[in-house]
């Protein structure tokens, strides 16, 4: 017999496969996380400097049923009491997302539930409904990941507009990117943090991209290449570089670009409230950064604990929930679609 369903207080499963952590999460009424289970690969992948999507796949194999068993039983429930599962079918790498859209699949087939399609760069803007019980749209949300920089203007909880986004490197690529060359362990972004509080953010004027005033889109590459050739040209001429003043330098040119374009996006939307989301919102010059200015000019900001900024599946559930209110669901057909763009399952 089916059971009856009070939507309002429905419980989700969601998987996230996207990348390099396997996750699944079980979260009610949206916003409350009963679990969120993050096995991440990280420790695999540092020896090769960067993500191997094949051994991602491979592992994600091998992880997907143990954590999703561990979300459920962490959260005291068994899957008989799932009212829909949401899972991460895109953008992302083609391998480790069909990971989790097969599993997905076969798990939402078995309990009769619905299954819903989340894009994970929403995913990463909803974290903050997780961390933030207050905040409801509009807002405008800067997206700063591993492998996206995207302004959005978030007008309902299911009515986004893209304003802009990266037309080459992402943010958190960079880090990574320039990371790497300073012998830093992967992943970058956390290592450049730390080491950037020691350096002279004023040491080093690099270079800022597309920074005109209404233009709502980044590059990072040329930034990128300017740090790589000022690193290159000083061990050719032998000369000791100050690691943690090139970190703060290229730290602070990244966060200059990115307040001011969050900053702009929220008047260029006539919105109060700034949503910071993905990886490297865990970053704190750029919390600072953005605080300050938000600050100065009356908007509310917002970011997740960094546990919720990386890849996690709770975000992915609270999405889920928000397109389950709304009748969005997808059906077993579902495939991954690594280039998925944002509000595309609408
Ligand atoms: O959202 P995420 O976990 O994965 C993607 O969807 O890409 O983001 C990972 C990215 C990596 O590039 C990592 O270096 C960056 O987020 N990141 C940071 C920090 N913590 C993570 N970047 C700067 N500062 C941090 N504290
Ligand atoms: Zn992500």
New binding site residues.
Partial sequence: MKKTINKKAAIILALET??D?TSAAVIVGGRKILSNIISSQIPLHRKFGGVVPEIASRKHIENVIPVVDEALKSAGVTLLDIDAIGVTYGPGLVGALLVGVAAAKALAFAADVPLIGVN?LEG?MFANFLAQPELEPPFAALVV????TSLIHVKDYNDFALLGQTRDD?A??A??KIARVMGLPY????E??KLAKSGNKEAIEFPRALAVQGSFEFSFSGLKSAVLNYLNSAKLRGETVNNADVAASFQKAVTDVLTNKALDATEFCQVKQLVLA???A???ALKAALAAECSKKGIKLFYPE?VL???NAAMIGCRAYYQYMAGKVSDLYLNAVPSVKLGSSF
Avoid: K, L, W
Wanted: hydrophobic share 15%; aromatic share 4%; net charge negative.
């Fill in positions: 996207s990348c952590e994970h990463h990941s591993g492998g996206h992402a958190g690529e880090f990574d992943p970058g972004g956390p450049i943090d993905g990886g490297v865990a970053n704190s960094p900024c990386t890849d």
